[in-house]
């Protein structure tokens, strides 16, 4: 967790060959490797980690008061190009919404990240 978390793209690499490593594993607040490689805008680790099998694109943190998925995380952060890598991805749950209901658009809308509503919206117009 630590390594994804601070972007250490070469560790994760490496952690992610031994057998036995769980890419899916929880820290205290419920947050996966590639939660925290996205709420800290680690683009390349976040590539790797989908790349990885067994990682769960929409797995929401645990933590009571958030619930949020990698993608809500980049978005509420405003990591505009981690929100497009994860937009690429088939599957993403792109409106999904938190333990408060809102959704990665409305994160980033209270963020003031322009950029990412913008990423958002097109993924929003394009999908209806």
């Keep these: 967790l630590w390594a994804a978390q601070h972007g250490h793209e070469e560790i994760v690499k490496l952690l992610l060959l031994k057998d036995g490593i769980d890419p899916e594993t929880k820290d205290s607040f419920g947050q996966t490797p590639l939660s925290w490689a996205a709420a800290n805008g680690h683009e390349a680790v976040v590539k790797l980690l989908l790349a990885t099998d067994g990682v769960d694109l929409n797995c929401k943190d645990s933590h009571s008061e958030y619930g949020q998925t990698p993608l809500a995380w980049a978005a509420k952060k405003g990591h505009e190009a981690v929100v ?27 963020g003031g990240h322009e950029a990412v509503v913008k990423l958002l919206r097109c993924r929003e117009t394009s999908s209806t």
């Design 84 to 110: 497009s890598i994860l937009l690429a991805e088939n599957g993403v749950d792109w409106d999904g919404v938190d333990n408060q209901g809102r959704t990665p658009l409305s994160l980033a809308v209270e």
